[in-house]
């Protein structure tokens, strides 16, 4: 028995919409343009970068839920933001990344000293932040679920 093999070379912009076997005929669907119609979730994410599902759930399997969400998190930062990378040479250059509101009625929260009189700090990871405040929010908001996991203790 022989096979057959066809390569189809798909514009980009486009995905194939249909393909039929015995005319060799292909329909192409238009792509969505902003990314953020394209992302709506994690298996989207998994999608858009090309990782089989199980693949990336067998890599995962024996993180902690923080752990996990962080290499998810990583992974949403890098679909969203198509492919820029921060420049940290660049100070001109703006970086986002999500903003939560964390705590209680009580008034517990996120909160910390110094108690010295020099500080340094970054409040996001540098493979965490996005190329505009718009998709900052979108992936705060989209994927709240998996940004608590990474940001929040489990008990």
């Given at each position: ?7 189809i ?10 393909f ?5 005929k ?9 990314i ?10 998994l ?31 890098k ?6 990378k ?6 001109n250059?703006y970086?986002?990344?999500?903003w ?33 405040s ?22």
């Open positions: 028995m022989s096979t057959n093999t066809l390569q070379e798909i514009p980009k912009g486009f995905k194939i919409k249909s039929d076997k015995e005319t060799g292909v329909s192409f669907e238009e792509l969505p343009k902003d953020k119609e394209r992302i709506k979730s994690f298996d989207d994410v999608e858009h970068l090309g990782i089989e599902p199980d693949d990336f759930e067998e890599r995962i399997e024996d993180m902690t839920a923080d752990e996990a969400a962080y290499v998810k998190i990583k992974l949403i930062a679909a969203l933001n198509e492919g820029w921060p420049d940290w040479t660049n100070s250059q970086k986002y990344y999500p939560f509101n964390m705590g209680s009625p009580s008034g517990g929260g996120f909160s910390y000293c110094v108690f010295v009189y020099w500080d340094t700090g970054s409040r996001c990871g540098s493979r965490l932040c996005f190329k505009s718009e998709l900052a929010k979108y992936a705060g908001q989209q994927f709240e679920a998996i940004y608590k996991d990474f940001l929040t203790l489990k008990s």
